[in-house]
């Protein structure tokens, strides 16, 4: 897991993610970060229907102002954490990106290239671009996601918290998330009595196992989770996401979603 893609969004939690990003690059020995500022066509604010010359030069403008604010704040963060470009260039390599870009260029053009997504949690200021493009970052690049909580300010991933479910997506998480826990200080599987320690995922790793009581309710389960990593004051948990599909989550509710409303922790996941 050498390079990362860190999709900005909220300026106010720009150099959080920009601090995880480097935290996570030095823990994994990677080698490059990509850091993407997606300025929104016109067409997916609008629509063609709405849509006048006018209204899309204003909001191109927008959208430029938007990005270069985003690059302010990047330039200076690299400087301090990286220092200048000469020495820059023996620890990692770092590019600022920002193109106009629709949804679905983001996942095939700069999503399915990186080995893991870093962003901010579901913001209740983000356009629907960017609603979208977290749905597309979580169920179309195969790839695990990183959600930052805003205003973390604590290092990840010394004690880590990995709730267990025997599913596709919980193993995919875990299998992806190996790669961080041979640096950790202390790993801990959260399983329901009945369902065996992953072993078989979990080469050479000896996690101390945490029982977690069963649950029909999604929001309880979630909720359950959450208040286990409190307790243990775990920094990032690891979960499969989403293992149903859209119409159940809507009637059932869905764990996965309630752990994304709740922004506690760093959460790493993968569908």
Same mark, same amino acid.
């Given at each position: 897991?050498?390079?990362?893609?860190?999709?900005?969004?909220?300026?106010?939690?720009?150099?959080?993610?920009?601090?995880?990003?480097?935290?996570?690059?030095?823990?994994?020995?990677?080698?490059?970060?990509?850091?993407?500022?997606?300025?929104?066509?016109?067409?997916?604010?609008?629509?063609?229907?709405?849509?006048?010359?006018?209204?899309?030069?204003?909001?191109?403008?927008?959208?430029?102002?938007?990005?270069?604010?985003?690059?302010?704040?990047?330039?200076?963060?690299?400087?301090?954490?990286?220092?200048?470009?000469?020495?820059?260039?023996?620890?990692?390599?770092?590019?600022?990106?920002?193109?106009?870009?629709?949804?679905?260029?983001?996942?095939?053009?700069?999503?399915?290239?990186?080995?893991?997504?870093?962003?901010?949690?579901?913001?209740?200021?983000?356009?629907?671009?960017?609603?979208?493009?977290?749905?597309?970052?979580?169920?179309?690049?195969?790839?695990?996601?990183?959600?930052?909580?805003?205003?973390?300010?604590? !290092? +990840?991933? *010394?004690?880590?918290?990995? $709730?267990?479910?025997?599913? #596709?997506?919980?193993?995919?998480?875990? @299998?992806?998330?190996?790669?961080?826990?041979?640096?950790?200080?202390?790993?801990?599987?959260?399983?329901?009595?009945?369902?065996?320690?992953?072993?078989?995922?979990?080469?050479?790793?000896?996690?101390?196992?945490?029982?977690?009581? !069963? +649950?029909? *309710?999604?929001?309880?389960? $979630?909720?359950?989770?959450? #208040?286990?990593?409190?307790?243990?004051? @775990?920094?990032?948990?690891?979960?499969?996401?989403?293992?149903?599909?859209?119409?159940?989550?809507?009637?059932?509710?869905?764990?996965?979603?309630?752990?994304?409303?709740?922004?506690?922790?760093?959460?790493?996941?993968?569908?």
């Amino acid at each position: 897991m050498q390079r990362c893609l860190v999709i900005l969004s909220q300026q106010d939690q720009a150099e959080v993610l920009l601090n995880m990003a480097a935290q996570f690059l030095a823990r994994v020995n990677g080698n490059r970060m990509d850091v993407l500022a997606a300025r929104e066509p016109p067409t997916q604010v609008l629509g063609n229907m709405g849509l006048t010359d006018e209204s899309a030069a204003v909001l191109r403008e927008n959208q430029r102002e938007w990005a270069d604010s985003l690059h302010t704040i990047f330039h200076r963060w690299l400087a301090e954490e990286y220092g200048s470009g000469a020495e820059r260039l023996s620890k990692v390599e770092v590019n600022w990106l920002d193109p106009e870009i629709t949804v679905d260029r983001i996942i095939s053009g700069y999503g399915k290239d990186a080995d893991l997504l870093i962003m901010n949690f579901p913001d209740s200021r983000d356009s629907d671009q960017k609603k979208l493009a977290t749905r597309s970052a979580i169920f179309q690049t195969g790839r695990p996601v990183l959600f930052v909580p805003p205003f973390w300010d604590r !290092p +990840s991933g *010394d004690h880590i918290l990995m $709730a267990w479910k025997d599913t #596709d997506g919980c193993r995919k998480a875990f @299998a992806s998330a190996r790669v961080l826990l041979a640096q950790a200080k202390q790993v801990d599987v959260l399983q329901t009595p009945a369902s065996p320690m992953p072993m078989d995922i979990l080469p050479g790793i000896t996690p101390q196992r945490v029982e977690l009581k !069963p +649950s029909d *309710d999604a929001s309880k389960a $979630a909720q359950s989770i959450l #208040d286990e990593v409190d307790a243990l004051r @775990a920094d990032l948990l690891v979960i499969g996401g989403y293992q149903h599909n859209m119409l159940y989550n809507r009637l059932m509710g869905s764990a996965t979603d309630y752990i994304l409303a709740h922004p506690d922790v760093p959460v790493f996941l993968q569908h």
